[in-house]
């Protein structure tokens, strides 16, 4: 079996939400101290619905397609929903990690709530 399902190739390859948004609503920086990887989401929320979404991840090819699917997970949602996404959804929603990469979908998860705290703190 390969390594990586064609989901995470995919978006690897054609990574989705790539980016930064000016004067974000929230923003939330992560890394892992173990690899190195280092992940940032930035929000643009209107009426606590997430209009748009931007990453920066400098990190290895699952990090990448961790934050292009999580990304595409919370856009167009409530906050309150984006709060409740897990790095097993992500996981899942890319077919599946291999069990050594399972860090890189948490770093999402991480960074996607770490920008929706951001945003809360503004408020
Ligand atoms: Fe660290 Fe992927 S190896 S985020």
């Known amino acids: ?10 978006h690897f ?6 980016g930064i948004i000016e004067n974000a609503d929230g923003v939330g920086e992560v890394g892992n101290a173990r690899c190195g990887d280092i992940m940032k989401i930035y929000l643009k929320i209107e009426n606590d619905i997430i209009k748009d979404v931007k990453f920066e991840t400098f990190g290895c090819a699952s990090a990448i397609a ?10 167009g949602k409530p906050v309150s929903e984006a709060l409740t996404l897990t790095n097993k959804a992500v996981a899942e929603a890319l077919d599946g ?10 770093l999402a998860e991480e960074a996607i709530k770490k920008a929706l705290d951001d945003y809360n ?3």
């Open 1 to 10: 079996m390969a390594l990586y399902s064609e989901k995470v190739m995919d």
């Open 121 to 123: 703190s503004k408020k």
């Open 13 to 18: 390859m054609n990574p989705r939400n790539v």
């Open 66 to 75: 961790s934050s292009s699917m999580a990304t595409e997970l919370i856009k």
């Open 97 to 106: 990690l291999p069990k050594h990469k399972i860090h890189c979908s948490v």
